[in-house]
């Protein structure tokens, strides 16, 4: 298998099974290519959230293979796989925020374990909580936050080390029709810089809101590709960053 | 929230593979410190190996000093009943020994001296009178007391105090020397077994610690974070607490070292004159809190990054 160095990830044939039990992944193959905004639906149980755990680096596969950046990440020894980990942002179902840190040092966590010297860090972390509309709760721990602002904490979290790949699990799952369209245009701003973006969601109505978008769509494990167009799906004209 | 385009970052900040330390590294495992059982466990674990250790450094101390003293020492006997006889034999082999090559110096023990000697079995009132008691000579040799050296002296007094009989101090006691080598053994043993149950009980700190901030370490997994990383959080923050016992726990010890150390010296015994500890002792004595700090560290990283092999 040979994938192009612009390909940021690429499954083929991948199958996922958690013990003894039957396949909650089978025979997945898609592309996913810089730049680009992809819809990942399907009932609840369909596999989604198994597939995020994979394109996140949390889970290896049963079978198949995935490129991640141009290299095998399966046979990738355990010790190379956090340099992949700090190219992706991850927005987690149920935010995984750190209960006893300030939403200040949630946001900022990425960029300190990726080594950035605390005097470098402040203003990225403050325009980040002022982009998403938070800089007055910065000092808050997550308990003292509403639903809607967790997740603009982690979504700024994900979003900080401006990320080649941004996977997204139900990120507007928790708050009202105008948060989640605000959460997706932060989204498609950020895509517009670059930024591959994969969202899970079963809210067919968010869907119509980025036209550019892909949908991969999976039902009982299977991902719907009747045309081929996410296992071989066109190259993207190359544009500059920034520009749409 | 903004809908303005999102600030450009990450790639207008340094990056790198720099180690995720310091404080707010720490920050990501709450600490209980003094309140939690940690910082306690390492205070007595230390206390009790600092007086252990106190305890065979000692008793080495008293071995050396004792085995040195009573290398080149021996006793010459006059066993006769008759106390005139006894006497003329004693006089007898005291000018020979004085012109023994081998011996250095000589004293003859005064019958006041061996009445208090035998005050505990014989009681107060000068029975030497009424119960035949030898005649003591101690003797300083130039060399050891071994046996060829013994064998030529009772020779040399077989002819002039047929009644002498020479021994080397140091086989009087060698049954309380092979018992102050085996509490020697007893008190290193202490100290590995305390040293082994400091350990445990730190695996068993970590292993709850990791319990319990199990999801916090599951996202800086997730974030990027190395194994290394992680682990050097924990190890950070058992390393302070392991400090901090270890500074409780020396002070205790040495404590009960002085306590133990007066109560012995108020002893006044001639043995025990030798089992004080130097300068090296203590030296000794305050590694013990920095062994501590150091296997705490080690079994907590070990601990970690055993754990975090589990995950992808």
Sequence with gaps: MTAGPEEVVRFDN???RYGADREVLSNVSFTLYPGSFYFLTGASGAGKTSLLRLLYLDQRPSRGAIRMFGTDVITLPRKRLPAF????GVVFQ?????PHLSAFDNVALPLRVSGVREADLA???NDMLDWVGLSHRKDARPATLSGGEQQRVAIARAVIGRPDMLVADEPTGNVDPEMALKLLRLFEALNRLGTTV?????DVHLLRKVPDSLIMRLDKGQLADPTGALRYPPRPVRREPGTR | MSNARPPALGRSVARGFSPFGGERAAALVPHARLAGPMPWVIAIMVALTVIAAAGGLSLSNLAREARAE?????TVQIVVAVPQERERQAQAAQQVLQGHPAVASLRRVSDAELDRLLEPWLGVGGELDTVPVPALIDLRLRGPADRATLTALQQALLETAPGARIDAQSGWLAPVFSAIAALQWLALALVVLLAATAAAAVWLAARSALGTNRETIEIVHLLGGTDSQIARIFQRAVGFDATLGGTIGLVLGLAGVLV?????AALGAGLMTGAGLDRIDWVVLALVPLAAVAIAMLTARLTVLSALRKML
Excluded: E, N, S
């Excluded at chain 2, 133990?260 to 012995?264: D, E, K, N, Y």
């Design chain 1, 123 to 125: 203003t990225p972390v």
């Design chain 2, 70 to 74: 009573l290398a080149g020492g021996a």
């Design chain 1, 94 to 98: 149920d935010f995984r925020l750190v």
């Design chain 2, 260 to 264: 133990l150390g007066r109560q012995f």
């Design chain 1, 85 to 88: 980990r700090r190219k992706l």
């Design chain 1, 198 to 202: 994969v969202v899970a969601t079963h």
């Design chain 1, 14 to 16: 991948v199958g996922l």
